[in-house]
C-alpha cells in the first residue's frame, strides 16, 4: 500500500504531539505482546459467488472454504465474519451441504465441525451469507482511512458527473466484511471469485478471467480464478463502466482500467509498468511470478493505492490529462511502489503486522530503485532524500521500532517508520554490502519464502548467508531498536605534522550509540582518496595525512546515512563539494548552506551555479533559495532567471523561474509571461497568470475567462481561483467549484482552501456557495481522525467562517438560508450535504 500524502510539514509536530498524548493515556494497549496468530487451521481455497445489491449497498454472497488443520486435529473453526447476516453455515461434501452449529458475534464465526479432523485432511465449509459494509463501525488509520471493505460509489447514480462503481480494501483485516474468511496475513490461500454485475459494466479480480456468461436478467457472471496463494488481505473486487486499455508483458495480459476519458493517456500514466516488471525481475533474479498484472482506478479511494495481487488498485490522483502529464507523471512512484509489492508481500508476505517492513519498506525502496535505474543516479538520491526527510520531519517516529510487537492498533504499523525509515534502512544495508549482494540476498530471500509468509530474521538469514557477514548487530540497532543518529561532525587540521582529524560525534537522546560504517573521501590536490570506516563510539576521530591541507573531507561520502547531520565545514569545502563530490545530496548540502549565508560571496557563486545544475530538483532548490531582498543576489540572478523562465527543458523550473521572475520590475518579462499562458503545462500557465495578475489585472482576467473554458487542473486552479476571487468573476464560481470538488483529498487541496474560500466568499450564486461548501465539508470529513482535531478549528473558523460573514452581508432573498447551510457544516449537521 501506498500511503497517500494528506497534510502539510507545520501539522505533523501537532500530530506526533497528538500521539503522545493517545499514548499516556492508552499505555495499557501498549504492554501487550502483538503475537503472531496461532495457526489452527489453514485456508486452501476459497470460492466465492458474489452477487451486488446496489440500492441496499450489500452484497449477497455464498462461499465455499476449504481449509485443513495446521498440525494439532481439531473439531472446531473460527472465521472472521465482520458485520454480516449468516443464513446457513454447512459443510459441503459430494455435493451436498450438511448444516453445522454455529455461534457468530457480529465480528466472528465460531463453527463446530462434523468429527475431529487431522492435519492430512481437508474439509469445505459453505457460508451463505449478506455483507452491509455501510452499517458496520469501523475505524480507519492514516494510512487507510476507512476500513468497511466493500465500497459502493454512486451506486443508484444520484451524483452527476460521478462514476458507479464497486471496488473493495482488503488491508489490514477488511476483507472479513465481504468475505468470511481467516483474515490474518500469515494464511495463504488459492481462490475463485464469480462475480454477478450488470451486464454494462466490467469487473477485476485476482488472477485470470476464466469465463463470462450472460444471464437473462439482463446481468453477466464473471469467474476470476487465482491458481497461486495469497493472503486474504489481497482479495480484491471492482465493477464499474471502465476502458480497458491491454498491455503485454512477455505475453502475460497488463491492462489499464481508467475512467473513459482517460483511455487516450492510460499508457502515458501507466505505460512504463511493463518495463518496471522487467527491472524488478532482474534486480530480485525472479521474474514476475504472477498470471497477469492489471491496474484500476477507484473514486473515493481511501487510500494512496493497493498492491491486491494482480489487480491493483489506485486513488483517483492517478488519472492525468495530458497537460498534467506534461510536469511529470506524479503518479509513477506509486506505480513502482504497488508493483514492488507483488515480490515483497504478495509473493512473500509479512507473517504479521509486527513485521510489516518485510513489505513496505520494500515497496518505499523500490521507488529509489526505479527512479535511479529510468531517470539517474540523481532522481534515485532524491527520492530517497525525500521519503528521509518525511520520516524525520515527525519527532514521534524516533521512538518507534521497525520491527514492533507493542502498538495501539494494528493500523499503527502504517507509518513513516515502517515505510520512508524502513526504505533508508535497505540503503544503507545496500551500500555496505554492495550491489551483488544485495540483491542476490533479495533473491534467496524470496526464492526460500515463496508463496510463504516471513519475518525480520529470514531476511537477516539470507543477507548474512549470501554475504557471509554476521549482521544481527545491524538488525538489532536498525530492525529491533529504535531512533536515529544525530551526528556532529568536526574537523582539524595540523599542518605541521601533516594530519587531519576528523571527529564524529553523536549527540541523539539516550544512551543508544550506533555502529555506523561509512566512506570519508579526502580531497588533496585535485585528487580524491576514498577511506572506509566505522564510527560506534559517542565520540569518534579518525585521522588522515597530507601534504598539502585537503580542499575537502567528505564525510558519509555517499551520502546514505539515516542521520540528523550538523557538518561544520566552511562555506568554501561547500563550494569544493558542490563542483567535485559527485552525489545530489553533496550538491544538495552546499546550496542548502549558501542560502543562509547570501551575504557571503562564495555562497553567491554557489546558487548561481546550482540555478544551472544538471538536475532539474536541484535548478528549482535554487531558484526558490534566492533571497531577493539581498540586492547582490536579484542583480546577479536575474539573467539565469529569465532564461530558465523562457527556456528550461523542465516545466516545473520554468514555473519556478517565472513565480520568481514575477517579481523584478522589467516589462521586458510580460513577454515570457504571456507566452507562458499558453504553455502545455498547468504549472507554466499558472504561474504566468499569477505573474500577469500583479502587472496588469485586467490582462489576467481576460486570459483567466479564456482559462476557464478549458480544463482546469494542477496549479492552474489556484491561479485561476485567485484572479476570480480578486475580480469577483461570477462566471469562474462553478467550472473552479467543480475542479475543486473534483481533487482528491491531498495536500494540494488543503492548501487551496483559503484562494477557494475567499472565492465563494465573493460570490452571489447560492446555488453553486452550497455546493462549494459541500465540497469543503466532504473534505474535511474524509481527513482521518486523528488529525481532524488540528484541521477541523481552521476549517470550521476560518475557512467555512469567512463564507458565513460575507453572506451575512448579502442582502439578496437567498443569504439567511446559505447562512444556516454553513451554520449546520461548521456544527458537523448532516443535513442538507
Known amino acids: 500500500m501506498k500511503k497517500a500524502l494528506l497534510l502539510p510539514l507545520c501539522l505533523l509536530a501537532l500530530t506526533g504531539l497528538h500521539a503522545q498524548e493517545n499514548a499516556k493515556k492508552e499505555d495499557e494497549a501498549l504492554r501487550i505482546y502483538r503475537e503472531t496468530p496461532a495457526k489452527i487451521n489453514n485456508l486452501v481455497h476459497t470460492k466465492l459467488d458474489a452477487r451486488f445489491d446496489y440500492n441496499n449497498a450489500w452484497l449477497n454472497g455464498k462461499v465455499w472454504i476449504t481449509l485443513q488443520p495446521h498440525f494439532y486435529p481439531t473439531d472446531s473453526l473460527t472465521l472472521d465474519a465482520k458485520g454480516m447476516d449468516i443464513k446457513t453455515v454447512a459443510l459441503s461434501a459430494a455435493g451436498k451441504n450438511n448444516p453445522l452449529k454455529y455461534k457468530y458475534d457480529g465480528q466472528k464465526l465460531f463453527i463446530q465441525l462434523n468429527k475431529t479432523y487431522s492435519n492430512k485432511e481437508k474439509y469445505t465449509v459453505y457460508v451463505e451469507y449478506t455483507a452491509k459494509p455501510n452499517e458496520l463501525k469501523v475505524q480507519g488509520s492514516a494510512a487507510i482511512t476507512d476500513a468497511k471493505g466493500l465500497y459502493f460509489i454512486n451506486p443508484k447514480g444520484e451524483e452527476k458527473n460521478k462514476p458507479t462503481q464497486i471496488w473493495t480494501q482488503g488491508e489490514t483485516e477488511a476483507t472479513s466484511v465481504w468475505c468470511p474468511t481467516i483474515d490474518n496475513p500469515g494464511q495463504k490461500t488459492t481462490q475463485e471469485?464469480?462475480?454477478?454485475?450488470?451486464?454494462?459494466?466490467?469487473?477485476?479480480?485476482?488472477?485470470?478471467?476464466?469465463?463470462?456468461?450472460?444471464?437473462?436478467?439482463?446481468?453477466?457472471?464473471?469467474?476470476?480464478?487465482?491458481?497461486?496463494?495469497?493472503?486474504?488481505?489481497?482479495?480484491?473486487?471492482?465493477?464499474?463502466?471502465?476502458?480497458?486499455?491491454?498491455?503485454?508483458?512477455?505475453?502475460?495480459?497488463?491492462?489499464?482500467?481508467?475512467?473513459?476519458?482517460?483511455?487516450?493517456?492510460?499508457?502515458?500514466?501507466?505505460?512504463?509498468?511493463?518495463?518496471?516488471?522487467?527491472?524488478?525481475?532482474?534486480?530480485?533474479?525472479?521474474?514476475?511470478?504472477?498470471?497477469?498484472?492489471?491496474?484500476?482506478?477507484?473514486?473515493?479511494?481511501?487510500?494512496?493505492?493497493?498492491?491486491?495481487?494482480?489487480?491493483?488498485?489506485?486513488?483517483?490522483?492517478?488519472?492525468?490529462?495530458?497537460?498534467?502529464?506534461?510536469?511529470?507523471?506524479?503518479?509513477?512512484?506509486?506505480?513502482?511502489?504497488?508493483?514492488?509489492?507483488?515480490?515483497?508481500?504478495d509473493y512473500v508476505t509479512t507473517e504479521s503486522w509486527s513485521n510489516l517492513t518485510l513489505n513496505e519498506s520494500f515497496a518505499d525502496y523500490s521507488e529509489t530503485l526505479w527512479n535511479?535505474?529510468?531517470?539517474?543516479?540523481?532522481?534515485?538520491?532524491?527520492?530517497?532524500?525525500?521519503?528521509?526527510?518525511?520520516?524525520?520531519?515527525?519527532?514521534?517516529?524516533?521512538?518507534?521500532?521497525?520491527?514492533?510487537?507493542?502498538?495501539?492498533?494494528?493500523?499503527?504499523?502504517?507509518?513513516?517508520?515502517?515505510?520512508?525509515?524502513?526504505?533508508?534502512?535497505?540503503?544503507?544495508?545496500?551500500?555496505?554490502?554492495?550491489?551483488?549482494?544485495?540483491?542476490?540476498?533479495?533473491?534467496?530471500?524470496?526464492?526460500?519464502?515463496?508463496?510463504?509468509?516471513?519475518?525480520?530474521?529470514?531476511?537477516?538469514?539470507?543477507?548474512?548467508?549470501?554475504?557471509?557477514?554476521?549482521?544481527?548487530?545491524?538488525?538489532?540497532?536498525?530492525?529491533?531498536?529504535?531512533?536515529?543518529?544525530?551526528?556532529?561532525?568536526?574537523?582539524?587540521?595540523?599542518?605541521?605534522?601533516?594530519?587531519?582529524?576528523?571527529y564524529v560525534k553523536q549527540n541523539q537522546d539516550g544512551d543508544k550509540v550506533f555502529q555506523l560504517p561509512m566512506a570519508i573521501d579526502v580531497y588533496e590536490g585535485g585528487k580524491k582518496t576514498r577511506y572506509q570506516v566505522m564510527a560506534k563510539n559517542s565520540i569518534d576521530s579518525f585521522q588522515f595525512s597530507y601534504k598539502k591541507r585537503p580542499d575537502l573531507i567528505n564525510v558519509d561520502a555517499d551520502k546514505v546515512l539515516l542521520a540528523e547531520k550538523k557538518d561544520n565545514k566552511t562555506i568554501e569545502q561547500f563550494a569544493y563539494q558542490y563542483k567535485h563530490a559527485a552525489n545530489y545530496l553533496d550538491r544538495r548540502e552546499a546550496i542548502v548552506f549558501a542560502a543562509e549565508q547570501q551575504g557571503n560571496a562564495v555562497a553567491q557563486s554557489i546558487l548561481m551555479q546550482a540555478m544551472k545544475d544538471p538536475y532539474h530538483g536541484l535548478r528549482s532548490l535554487a531558484l526558490q533559495s534566492l533571497d531577493l531582498k539581498n540586492s547582490t543576489i536579484k542583480t546577479t540572478a536575474e539573467k539565469t532567471i529569465?532564461?530558465?523562465?523562457?527556456?528550461?527543458?523542465?516545466?516545473?523550473?520554468?514555473?519556478?523561474?517565472?513565480?520568481?521572475?514575477?517579481?523584478?520590475?522589467?516589462?521586458?518579462y510580460t513577454t515570457i509571461f504571456k507566452a507562458g499562458l499558453s504553455d502545455s503545462s498547468y504549472s507554466v500557465a499558472g504561474a504566468s497568470l499569477s505573474a500577469i495578475m500583479e502587472r496588469d489585472n485586467t490582462a489576467a482576467v481576460e486570459a483567466a475567462r479564456k482559462m476557464l473554458t478549458q480544463p482546469i487542473k494542477g496549479s492552474l486552479v489556484p491561479a485561476l481561483t485567485n484572479v476570480a476571487a480578486r475580480n469577483s468573476l461570477a462566471e469562474a464560481t462553478a467550472p473552479i467549484n467543480d475542479a475543486f470538488g473534483k481533487m482528491p483529498l491531498s495536500q494540494e487541496k488543503l492548501e487551496l482552501l483559503g484562494p477557494f474560500a475567499k472565492l465563494l466568499a465573493s460570490s452571489t450564486d447560492a446555488a453553486q456557495v452550497k455546493s462549494g461548501v459541500s465540497h469543503i465539508v466532504k473534505f474535511r470529513e474524509g481527513i482521518p481522525a486523528q488529525y481532524r482535531t488540528q484541521i477541523d478549528p481552521y476549517i470550521n473558523n476560518m475557512i467555512l467562517q469567512s463564507i458565513q460573514q460575507a453572506w451575512q452581508k448579502n442582502t439578496s432573498t437567498e443569504a439567511a438560508a446559505v447562512v444556516e447551510f454553513i451554520k449546520a457544516a461548521r456544527s458537523g449537521e448532516k443535513k442538507g450535504f
Do not use: C
Open 193 to 345: 471469485i464469480m462475480m454477478t454485475v450488470p451486464a454494462k459494466y466490467v469487473t477485476l479480480s485476482n488472477g485470470k478471467l476464466v469465463s463470462q456468461k450472460n444471464n437473462p436478467d439482463g446481468t453477466r457472471t464473471d469467474h476470476w480464478k487465482m491458481d497461486l496463494p495469497h493472503a486474504p488481505y489481497l482479495f480484491f473486487m471492482g465493477v464499474g463502466d471502465y476502458a480497458v486499455v491491454k498491455d503485454n508483458y512477455k505475453g502475460k495480459e497488463i491492462s489499464y482500467y481508467v475512467e473513459k476519458e482517460y483511455a487516450p493517456v492510460a499508457k502515458k500514466i501507466f505505460g512504463h509498468t511493463p518495463e518496471m516488471m522487467a527491472f524488478f525481475g532482474k534486480v530480485t533474479g525472479i521474474e514476475y511470478p504472477w498470471v497477469k498484472y492489471a491496474q484500476i482506478v477507484g473514486r473515493d479511494y481511501v487510500s494512496g493505492a493497493m498492491e491486491n495481487t494482480t489487480a491493483t488498485l489506485h486513488q483517483e490522483s492517478a488519472q492525468q490529462d495530458a497537460r498534467e502529464l506534461v510536469d511529470g507523471n506524479r503518479w509513477e512512484d506509486v506505480i513502482a511502489h504497488e508493483l514492488f509489492h507483488h515480490w515483497f508481500g
Open 642 to 668: 529569465a532564461e530558465l523562465a523562457a527556456k528550461d527543458p523542465k516545466s516545473t523550473v520554468r514555473a519556478r523561474a517565472i513565480e520568481i521572475l514575477a517579481s523584478y520590475d522589467n516589462d521586458a
Open 372 to 502: 535511479e535505474y529510468k531517470y539517474g543516479k540523481d532522481a534515485g538520491a532524491a527520492a530517497s532524500y525525500a521519503a528521509m526527510e518525511g520520516y524525520l520531519a515527525n519527532p514521534e517516529n524516533a521512538s518507534k521500532k521497525l520491527v514492533r510487537f507493542h502498538y495501539h492498533d494494528k493500523e499503527d504499523m502504517f507509518d513513516a517508520v515502517s515505510y520512508q525509515k524502513g526504505g533508508r534502512i535497505l540503503h544503507m544495508l545496500r551500500n555496505y554490502l554492495g550491489d551483488s549482494a544485495f540483491f542476490k540476498s533479495l533473491n534467496k530471500y524470496l526464492t526460500e519464502n515463496r508463496f510463504k509468509a516471513a519475518e525480520a530474521h529470514q531476511l537477516r538469514l539470507a543477507f548474512e548467508e549470501i554475504s557471509g557477514k554476521d549482521l544481527n548487530w545491524f538488525f538489532n540497532q536498525w530492525y529491533f531498536g529504535s531512533g536515529h543518529p544525530k551526528l556532529e561532525i568536526t574537523y582539524n587540521y595540523n599542518d605541521a605534522a601533516g594530519t587531519a582529524t576528523v
